[in-house]
């Protein structure tokens, strides 16, 4: 039987959570030779909404957008050389828009068999449930989800690949 998991995408949002996923999909990848894509999402729709809500003015958009771009470059080099140190390739991605509907654009475009997504916020009310990308993309991608949990579990497991 041929390994069933060719392609894994980690979601990286800068959280210590999406860390701890990108750790545990990179000694998922070396286990199983799959490719391995990070993805970070620059979250514009959430800009839209604060400046729709007169919270931000236009010029500050535009420079909260450029800080937001610069996050994303530092994490998905982050993990690439987190990758890097146990001999995993990964292949970077960074898109703008909704979360998750670029994650699902994603996992449908590059035919990805596993999402890895670090644990999910706690959920405090109905609407918080309705309004988490994480967990919408979790409940609307076409292929399976993984959940990362116990950060230390995952810190060892990453240290003892070699």
Excluded at 72 to 88: P, Q
Excluded at 119 to 135: A, G, P
């Amino acid at each position: 039987m041929s390994n069933p998991i060719k392609k894994i995408m980690v979601h990286v949002d800068g959280t210590e959570q999406s860390v701890t996923a990108a750790q545990y999909a990179i000694c998922l990848a070396s286990f199983s030779g799959a490719e391995l894509i990070a993805h970070y999402v620059i979250n514009t729709r959430a800009v839209q909404d604060l400046l729709r809500a007169r919270i931000f003015l236009q010029d500050e958009q535009v420079e909260y957008e450029h800080d937001m771009e610069a996050d994303a470059e530092r994490y998905l080099n982050y993990v690439n050389e987190l990758a890097l140190k146990k001999g995993v390739s990964i292949v970077k991605k960074c898109s703008k828009g909704s979360v998750h509907k670029e994650l699902i654009d994603s996992v449908s475009e590059e035919n990805i068999d596993l999402l890895v997504i670090g644990e999910l916020s706690r959920i405090r009310s109905r609407r918080d449930e309705f309004y988490d990308e994480n967990e919408r993309a979790m409940r609307s991608v076409s292929c399976s989800v993984l959940i990362v949990k116990d950060e230390d579990k995952v810190w060892e497991m990453y240290e003892s690949l070699t």
